[in-house]
Every structure is written in structure tokens, then in C-alpha cells.
């Protein structure tokens, strides 16, 4: 049991401290609840947060059961999906895409995604249930060729560790629990509320001041996104 999102950041930037000061290294980690997680981690490692914007693919009949996850580039579907209507996977699709399109105009302007090319990007999240949001985000950020992609993680079921870690995309993988009990990240947490907007601005805004982030460049984005 974590008492927060910051303790479990600091327990985990613990496991990572060989990557302190090294200049390669670049923290991304996934909106909301990821970025108190993030903060803690490149802080103790002195490194830039970056952030992974996602949403999942709820199910038609339960929206808060992920069949699956979307980003601008790529999707992933699980097995959940197999007995869902294409039609509604491809409106969600679509959907899913204008509203991430609608944010990302709306949190960075013009501005234009970080590389992270030949980087050592360390992927973090509060926690993970199904595994698909985080391997979707791999999957995008793999395309921009770093040159390591690592996973840290508070919490998630042993499964979704291990689809995980068989991803070729993986170099290195952290969790400090994988439960047997499992039934969502916010059980492991004893305060768990919502991280909204605002917070998550100011986070990344007080994170990379040191890195010359000014008022409106609060971050530089690989944009993914998945939920």
C-alpha cells in the first residue's frame, strides 16, 4: 500500500538512482495519474519530464472496461474486443483521435513534440490494470528510435507485467508490486484522487524549470495517448 503518487515516485527513483545525472535520460510518463509518479522520479534523477498523452477504448457497454487504447499514430486491441462491433470500434477510434488532436491543440500550440531519438526514456505511470495503455504508449515511443525504453512501475497483476516484459520495445522493466488480488490501481494507494488539468500543468511546469520551460512551453511532448 502506497501512501500517495509521491511516495510511490520516490520509491521507485530509489530503484533508478544508477541513471542520476545522465544527460540521456528522459522521464515520460502518462496523464493524470502518471505525472505526480513522473515528478518524484525526475527529480531524483535530475531529468526532463515528458509526458505520453492516451485514451483508452472503452467497452460499448461498460465505457470504464478497456477493450483497447488509441494514440494520433497507433491502437492496440485485446482479446475483449474480439466480440465488439468493428463500426464501434472505428467510430471510437475516430472519436478518440479528434479529442486527442482538440487537446494536444489546446495544451502545446505550435509547438513541436521532443525527439527522443538515441534517449533512455523511462515510461512511468501510477499503475497499470490491463497493460494496453502502457504498450501502446512502447509502441509510439519506440518509433522515435531511442536508444533504451524502460518501464517503471508502483503496481500492476503479475499478466500485465508479463505482456510487458516480452515486448521487444523493453529493455528494462521496475514494479515494486505485482499483487495477487488485483482489481484496480486505486486499491494500493491509501489517497488516490483525481489529478486534474490544472495540477498536472503546474507539476510539469515546476518540474522542468531548471530545463528552461517557460509559461507557455511547460513541456516539450512525445504525443501518444492511450488511457
Same mark, same amino acid.
Given at each position: 500500500?502506497?501512501t500517495?503518487?509521491?511516495? $510511490?515516485g520516490?520509491?521507485l527513483?530509489?530503484k533508478l538512482?544508477? *541513471?542520476?545525472?545522465?544527460n540521456?535520460v528522459?522521464?515520460a510518463?502518462i =496523464?493524470r495519474?502518471?505525472i505526480p509518479?513522473?515528478?518524484e522520479?525526475a527529480?531524483?534523477?535530475?531529468? =526532463? ?7 483508452k477504448?472503452g &467497452? =460499448?457497454?461498460?465505457?470504464? +472496461? $478497456?477493450? /483497447?487504447?488509441v494514440?494520433l499514430k497507433n491502437?492496440i486491441l485485446? %482479446?475483449?474486443a474480439?466480440e465488439v462491433?468493428?463500426?464501434y470500434? &472505428?467510430d471510437?477510434?475516430?472519436r478518440i483521435?479528434k479529442?486527442?488532436k482538440q487537446?494536444?491543440?489546446? *495544451? +502545446? ?14 515510461l512511468? %505511470?501510477d499503475?497499470?490494470?490491463? /497493460?494496453n ?6 509502441? #509510439?515511443?519506440a518509433?522515435q528510435?531511442?536508444s ?7 503496481v $500492476? ?7 510487458i516484459?516480452?515486448l521487444?520495445?523493453?529493455s528494462?522493466t521496475i514494479?515494486?508490486?505485482? =499483487?495477487f488480488?488485483f482489481? $484496480?490501481?486505486g486499491?494500493f +494507494?491509501e489517497?488516490?484522487k483525481q489529478?486534474d %488539468?490544472?495540477?498536472?500543468?503546474e507539476?510539469l ?8 520551460y517557460g509559461?507557455h512551453?511547460? #513541456?516539450n511532448? #512525445?504525443l501518444?495517448?492511450f488511457g
Open positions: 500500500m502506497f500517495n503518487r509521491e511516495e $510511490a520516490k520509491l527513483a530509489n538512482i544508477n *541513471y542520476k545525472d545522465n540521456e528522459v522521464v510518463a =496523464p495519474g502518471g509518479v513522473g515528478v522520479i527529480k531524483n534523477l535530475n531529468a =526532463p519530464l515528458e509526458i505520453v498523452l492516451s485514451k477504448i &467497452h =460499448p457497454f461498460n465505457k470504464e +472496461y $478497456a477493450i /483497447g487504447a494514440t491502437s485485446s %482479446d475483449a474480439i462491433s468493428q463500426v470500434i &472505428h471510437e477510434t475516430e483521435r479529442l486527442l487537446r494536444l491543440e489546446s *495544451y +502545446y500550440g505550435d509547438r513541436k513534440p521532443v525527439e527522443f531519438k538515441d534517449k533512455i526514456v523511462i512511468v %505511470d499503475g497499470v490494470a490491463t /497493460g495503455t502502457m504498450i501502446s504508449c512502447i509502441q #509510439l515511443i518509433l528510435k531511442p533504451k525504453i524502460m518501464v517503471a512501475l508502483p $500492476a497483476p503479475a499478466s500485465a507485467m508479463k505482456k516484459m516480452e521487444p520495445e523493453v528494462e514494479c515494486l508490486s505485482t =499483487p488480488n482489481q $484496480a490501481v486499491q +494507494y489517497d488516490f489529478v %488539468d490544472k495540477e498536472v500543468i507539476l511546469k515546476k518540474a522542468n524549470k531548471k530545463f528552461g509559461k512551453n511547460i #513541456l511532448v #512525445l501518444t495517448i
